[in-house]
């Protein structure tokens, strides 16, 4: 099945600098996922966006739906040792739409 | 706290025996979804379900079967486990009457098969 684009498959940061990750399709989306993955858990959702060109924040997590709706990214800003863990971006096409899933970004935070 | 529950964190199972995963979810949702993922490949679809009794292949159903018989419950069924199939097994549920499309996940069972 089809698969969002997300590279690099990992990112080695220091604590305290910010970080961002994309995430790129050659479909349209009307929805745009981000989760977040702890070691050893189940992904749990950081955010949602429903409209093209849409910034969102939680915290210091922010996140945009691009304006071509076939792509978005997800910035976090003054990173910490619990950031670690993998970054999913997730694309839907409408409510009883299967989600299109990337493969995952691993982040490492460095202390 | 609402919540998917994956009976096992870890198992491990003999190649040729019959596994069964099985996954509640206390939401009302319509739909439940398994996935696996292993290193590199993200996660992959195995079988989902829309409604009870109701089940949809997904991209890599071979070696797997599925039984929603109610609307909270849906297991996965490795008909005859084999090394191949050791991995982390992810169950999700979704509605698409409410919320973000957003699917919620358990917190996964680590299959080893020997």
């Known amino acids: 099945g089809q698969q969002l684009n997300q590279s690099p498959q990992s990112m080695f940061i220091q604590e305290g600098e910010d970080v961002s990750m994309n995430c790129t399709s050659s479909?349209?989306?009307?929805?745009w996922l981000w989760y977040k993955q702890d070691p050893g858990e189940g992904p749990v959702l950081l955010i949602a966006?429903?409209?093209?060109?849409e910034l969102t924040s939680n915290g210091r997590l922010t996140a945009q739906f691009g304006i071509t709706r076939k792509d978005s990214f997800l910035n976090i800003s003054a990173s910490i040792p619990s950031d670690v863990g993998i970054y999913f971006c997730?694309?839907?096409?409408?409510?009883?739409?299967?989600?299109?899933f990337g493969k995952g970004i691993t982040l490492s935070v460095r202390p | 706290d609402v919540k998917v529950t994956q009976s096992s964190r870890y198992l491990v199972k003999r190649t040729g025996e019959k596994v069964f995963l099985e996954c509640v979810q206390d939401?009302?949702?319509?739909?439940m979804f398994w996935y696996r993922q292993d290193p590199g490949l993200g996660l992959r679809l195995i079988y989902f379900?829309?409604?009870?009794?109701?089940?949809e292949k997904g991209d890599i159903p071979e070696g797997y079967s599925v039984s929603r018989e109610k609307k909270e419950r849906f297991s996965l069924i490795l008909e005859s486990a084999s090394t191949n199939q050791t991995s982390m097994y992810l169950c999700?549920?979704?509605?698409?009457?409410?919320?973000?499309?957003?699917?919620?996940f358990g917190s996964g069972t680590r299959l080893t098969v020997v």
């Open positions: 999700a549920s979704s509605s698409p009457y409410r919320g973000n499309y957003g699917y919620t």
């Open positions: 479909s349209i989306f009307n929805t």
């Open positions: 966006l429903y409209k093209a060109g």
């Open positions: 997730a694309g839907s096409t409408g409510a009883n739409s299967k989600l299109t």
């Open positions: 939401m009302d949702h319509e739909n």
């Open positions: 379900s829309y409604d009870v009794k109701m089940k």
